[in-house]
């Protein structure tokens, strides 16, 4: 049974003219973290505001523990959401903010400062008791918003972009809390986010969004290796996946595939002349940008060379450069599916 | 070269011209002196005339200044009317405030709900605050009316009624009729005070407590009320002050009647000094809402800087 099912879920805004969420279907595991990843607008925050009961659906229903709660208010939900903001209470102290859940549910006081005490021990803010929201820094309010959700022992965390208020920084550092804090509690999460590098680290599995309809759900390595679409492809992946059409078709390869013919060994390999416009040396790594040609329309590609390739590559030549074979990936040019090869690929 | 001169001929005039914009000082006292014109001559001078002639024996038939120490203080104090006014005046401004605050909150939390039509009703809720005191107290005068009164004529009807109610002929009656004038006309002020600090909470928060499990009135008293609390404050002061110096809907509906029941300082100075033509009198018990009024006006200014640092 899974913890947190939506089916053939519709949200219409602006009495039907956009179509916010465009029939979504998903289910989380047991104990899984499942990351929604989009670009914004594409209705990831939407879909996890409907399962928190905050939007109501157009069409479709929201299940929690194989319960429909699709008319249900939010506190009927056994849900905690912590929401991008952190929405921590300005007027109540760390304390007050962490029992509120509890007081609402109508816990005795002896009861609640206990369990306040084990989630603030267990987020390491047992220090910050006493101190208002506004005398903390960002990642105290972070794990102050965690300890709220977690003393509720929800069936499932709702986060929006929670860490998209943190400096770059104090991202990284978060990141890898929110994940092991996760691993420890092991309740079934729902993470929304922008940022590819927060869904890849973070996800069990990711689900990508985008206009308001799944494109791909899927393990970190699977999105990345084998987009269903163009989409996916594109979204995923920095620099993203060069497309280049061939014959009704797309040929995609990533950046990191795409390099000197020298240093691509095997014999089943694709090669290709790429005509080099510049080069980005980015932490160690060289960002070739340039034209291909010959394999299919001219096309303007991107290739990381990492540190190991020392092939010398200079703007302004023309240079051989070789994709293996397995690494090429084929879409449809008109739906951008991924489909099977179509086209004979030259070299 | 031709360039650089012409450069150097340019620079006396963009200097001048940046001399007189930038001048901050200057500009700041220009924009300044209309407002401190107006206050120094309609709200400084008035109000150190009132103190002169509170020590004076300055009448309408005789305006030459003597100076007469502390007697008309000594005399308002020997009238039992000046003391009824205040009591008067303390009570109705309380009594109003509680109701203006409870229902300014009330009326606020509906209009910032979403519904059909929602602007007619926001219109309608403002219109009293609109309407010029003067008129509105007429209209009241007449909805009150011993004979003609529609209120009398609804309660007959439906039959909590036998006969005509005097409202503004009792003494308690009276009183209750100033006061539910008093709310009318400032609940939408209120109202729409404590709507912009309902507004400004951020919805993240009142989402927060709803997904918390918090119901409605968890939610009313243990968030919404302690955020708005500057605000609701600062509305408090605003219907207290607006109460506390208004003479209009006593001396429209009452005249202080019956026998002074309904007086108020404001409307007992009006009737000393003006009508009565004892200006030296008049200026004594008006200059009694003075403190009063600065210690509102110190609280409101609290209010709101606490706000600022929230």
């Given at each position: ?8 879920l ?7 003219r ?9 289910a ?11 670009p ?8 996890l505001?409907t ?11 929201v299940?929690?523990?194989?319960r ?5 208010p939010?506190r009927?939900r056994?849900?905690a ?6 929405a ?7 304390q ?20 306040a005490?084990w ?7 047992g ?5 208002k929201?506004r ?8 794990r102050v ?5 977690l003393?509720?022992e ?11 208020n ?10 890898d809390?929110?994940?092991s804090?996760q691993?420890r509690?092991?309740?079934?999460t729902?993470?929304?986010t922008?940022?590819q ?16 309809r799944?494109r791909q759900v ?12 163009t ?7 920095s620099?993203p ?6 014959d ?9 595939h795409?390099q ?7 014999a089943?390999?694709?090669t290709m ?8 040396y980015?932490?160690?790594d ?24 020392t ?9 051989k450069f070789?994709v ?8 449809d040019?008109e739906?951008?599916r ?10 | 070269?031709?360039e650089?001169v ?20 200057a500009?700041?006292?220009i ?45 308002i104090f020997?009238?039992?009317v ?26 606020a939390?509906i209009l910032?709900?979403d ?7 926001r ?34 009807h439906?039959?909590l ?7 503004l ?16 006309r400032?609940?939408?002020l ?15 928060i009142?989402?927060q ?5 918090a ?10 009320i ?10 408090a ?8 110096t208004?003479?209009?809907v006593?001396?429209i ?13 404001a409307?007992w ?7 009565g ?8 018990i008006?200059?009694?809402?003075f403190?009063?009024l600065l ?10 800087r ?5």
């Open positions: 049974m899974s913890v947190v099912e939506v089916r053939g519709r949200k219409d805004f602006d009495s039907g956009v179509h916010a969420l465009d029939g979504i279907d998903l989380t595991t047991e104990g899984e973290y499942l990351v929604l990843l989009g914004s607008g594409c209705g990831k925050t939407t879909l505001r399962v928190a009961g905050l939007e109501r659906p157009t069409a479709g229903d299940l929690i523990g194989g429909v709660v699709t008319g249900l939010p009927a056994k849900i959401m912590v929401f991008q903001s952190y921590l209470y300005p007027h109540k102290t760390v007050q903010n962490i029992v509120f859940p509890l007081k609402a549910s109508g816990m005795d006081r002896a009861e609640r400062l206990q369990k005490r989630a603030a021990d267990l987020l390491t803010i220090h910050l008791l006493s101190r929201p005398q903390l820094s960002g990642g105290e309010r972070q918003a965690l300890a709220r959700a003393v509720r929800p069936t499932v965390f709702l986060l929006d972009e929670p860490l998209s943190l400096d770059a920084k104090l991202r990284a550092s978060a990141r809390e929110l994940k804090f691993q509690v092991g309740t079934t729902i993470y929304v922008h940022d590098a927060e869904a890849m680290g973070l996800g069990d599995r990711i689900a990508v969004l985008y206009e308001g799944v899927g393990g970190p390595v699977e999105v990345y290796d084998h987009p269903a679409d989409f996916v492809a594109t979204f995923i992946g620099p996946m060069n497309l280049v059409p061939v009704g078709q797309l040929v995609g390869f990533r950046p990191e795409l000197p013919a020298e240093d691509v060994r095997g089943d390999r694709t002349p790429l005509h080099v416009d510049r080069i980005e980015l932490s160690g060289r960002h070739v940008y340039g034209t291909v040609t010959d394999i299919g329309e001219p096309t303007r590609v991107i290739a990381r060379l990492p540190a190991t390739v092939t010398p590559v200079s703007a302004g030549e023309t240079h070789a293996a074979a397995d690494r090429l990936r084929f879409f040019a739906t951008g991924s489909t099977a090869a179509d086209v004979r690929l030259g070299g | 070269m031709a650089a012409r450069t150097r001929a340019a620079l006396p005039a963009v200097g001048a011209r940046r001399r007189l914009s930038d001048r901050e000082g500009l700041g006292w924009f300044l002196l209309p407002s401190v014109v107006y206050i120094v001559a309609l709200v400084g001078v008035p109000f150190v005339l009132a103190i002169a002639f509170s020590f004076s024996d300055v009448t309408a038939g005789d305006p030459s200044f003597d100076g007469v120490g502390f007697r008309n203080y000594r005399r020997d009238d039992p000046f003391w009824h006014s205040l009591q008067n005046t303390l009570v109705f401004t309380a009594i109003s405030m509680a109701l203006i605050v409870v229902f300014g909150k009330v009326l939390n910032v709900a519904f059909r039509g929602k602007w007619l009703v219109f309608l809720v403002l219109l009293p605050w609109t309407t010029p005191v003067a008129l509105s107290s007429i209209a009241w005068l007449w909805l009150l009316d011993s004979i003609f009164s529609p209120i009398d004529w609804v309660l007959r439906v039959g009624l036998q006969t005509n109610t005097y409202w002929g009792r003494p308690y009656l009276a009183m209750a009729s100033v006061i539910a004038v008093h709310v009318w400032l609940v939408p209120a109202a729409v005070i404590m709507l912009a600090g309902l507004v400004a909470i951020p919805r993240e009142q989402e407590a709803e997904v918390d499990g119901g409605f009135w968890r939610r009313m008293f243990e968030i919404t302690p955020l708005t609390l500057p605000v609701i404050a600062v509305a002061l605003f219907g207290a002050i607006f109460t506390f208004d003479m209009t006593v001396y509906l009452t005249r202080g009647g019956p026998t002074n029941s309904t007086q108020v300082l409307s100075a009006f009737f000393r000094g003006i009508e033509g004892d200006v030296a009198q008049g200026a004594a008006a200059l009694f809402l403190p009063l210690a509102a006006a110190i609280a409101i200014l609290r209010a709101v606490r706000m600022e640092v929230l």
